[in-house]
């Protein structure tokens, strides 16, 4: 490369690349935005300046993308002043029509609304109407599921020694079951982190330091390694890989799932292990722990959970194994003398 002298600095590509970018390709700033009163010219701006990490970003350009494809069905420019309880309206039935799930049309809505209150907060738009009632998010409940004691024993006992790939995935999984934490932790986790049978991590999403007992089963998945864990491979790869690992272990318990598809309310049964992914490691910790009776506001001090309410909603239990559980209760057992 033919160097530049520039101020006694040699010019490298990097520096010209970032001058050049400087020149060309600005940004629009916030006052072109204000008086074009265009979303759509907003909504890059943030993708690309904001600090969100590149799954949320990927997410945020899908809507990104939707909108633009509506804004083409339609034959219109969204402004930030159309975006009201008639478009609401408007833009969930277009996407019912492209039979996306009710939850994916509320995570569009929960996105686009991220988008109006960060231009709103910018002072770029004074409209409202995305804060009203009227303006949801469509959910349903879905299936999530948890493996239980049994199911996880299965997976540590499964002999994996011809699959590395999957072998880590499995272990990795086991450990996230056995210490609550997500998979956004579990990736940085190393020996500097345990400390007299305690595990202590500050976790990435919340910025709060958690403290979880070092269950028999991750300190044997440390030892086995010696406590260098193998690198955590995507989130997406994880989830296809540990769905063959659960399906080896054989968990193969018929699910029941009913979901809306556009307009139309689809059920179906499949099997449990095409629901298991790396959350549902998180998933049976949290409810496995509170079956065995762990006080709630203990598990929650583990999961990083702030409320009650945000907890419960979180595990997953049926009605029998509630019942089960109520069974242990004193109340159920003493004596009422009449």
């Given amino acids: 490369m033919r160097k530049i002298k520039n101020d006694d600095k040699?010019?490298?590509?990097?520096?010209?690349?970032?001058?050049?970018?400087?020149?060309?390709?600005?940004?629009?700033?916030?006052?072109?935005?204000?008086?074009?009163?265009?979303?759509?010219?907003?909504?890059p701006y943030f993708i690309e300046t904001s600090n969100k990490t590149i799954g949320t970003k990927r997410s945020y350009r899908r809507v990104?993308?939707?909108?633009?494809?509506?804004?083409?069905?339609?034959?219109?420019?969204?402004?930030?002043?159309?975006?009201?309880?008639?478009?609401?309206?408007?833009?969930?039935?277009?996407?019912?029509?492209k039979n996306y799930a009710l939850n994916t049309i509320g995570t569009r809505i929960k996105v686009l609304k991220t988008f109006m209150n960060e231009a709103y907060e910018r002072n770029l738009h004074t409209n409202t109407d995305y804060k009203k009632k009227?303006?949801?998010?469509?959910?349903?409940?879905?299936?999530?599921?948890?493996?239980?004691?049994?199911?996880?024993?299965?997976?540590y006992k499964l002999d994996l020694s011809k699959n590395k790939?999957?072998?880590?995935?499995?272990?990795?999984?086991?450990?996230g079951a056995c210490t609550g934490l997500r998979f956004?932790?579990?990736e940085r986790l190393s020996k500097d982190n345990i400390n007299d049978s305690l595990i202590e991590?500050?976790?990435?999403?919340?910025?709060?330091?958690?403290?979880?007992?070092?269950?028999?089963?991750?300190?044997?998945?440390?030892?086995?390694?010696?406590?260098?864990?193998?690198?955590?491979?995507?989130?997406?790869?994880?989830?296809?890989?540990?769905?063959?690992?659960?399906?080896?272990?054989?968990?193969?318990?018929?699910?029941?799932?009913?979901?809306?598809?556009?307009?139309?309310?689809?059920?179906r049964t499949d099997k449990k292990f095409n629901f298991v992914s790396a959350h549902t490691a998180r998933r049976s910790f949290a409810t496995n722990a509170f079956l065995a009776g762990v006080p709630t506001i203990q598990i929650m001090k583990m999961t990083g959970h702030s409320t009650e309410k945000a907890f419960l909603s979180y595990i997953k239990i049926s009605e029998h194994e509630n019942a089960q559980k109520l069974q242990l209760h004193p109340f159920f057992n003493k004596m009422v003398v009449v």
């Fill in 10 to 43: 040699p010019l490298t590509n990097d520096i010209l690349r970032k001058d050049l970018d400087l020149i060309f390709k600005k940004h629009k700033n916030q006052t072109d935005v204000i008086s074009e009163n265009e979303l759509m010219s907003f909504i």
């Fill in 64 to 97: 990104f993308t939707d909108l633009q494809e509506y804004e083409q069905f339609k034959k219109i420019r969204l402004s930030f002043d159309k975006i009201d309880i008639d478009f609401h309206n408007e833009f969930v039935h277009y996407l019912k029509s």
């Fill in 134 to 155: 009227a303006f949801d998010k469509p959910h349903e409940e879905t299936k999530s599921v948890y493996l239980n004691e049994s199911e996880l024993t299965a997976l």
């Fill in 165 to 175: 790939k999957l072998d880590h995935v499995r272990d990795w999984f086991l450990i």
């Fill in 184 to 186: 956004s932790d579990l």
């Fill in 201 to 267: 991590i500050k976790t990435k999403k919340t910025g709060k330091t958690v403290v979880v007992p070092l269950h028999y089963i991750v300190k044997s998945i440390l030892e086995k390694y010696d406590y260098k864990l193998p690198k955590v491979i995507s989130n997406q790869k994880f989830n296809e890989y540990i769905k063959l690992v659960a399906q080896q272990a054989k968990i193969t318990e018929d699910i029941y799932v009913e979901e809306t598809k556009g307009t139309l309310k689809v059920t």
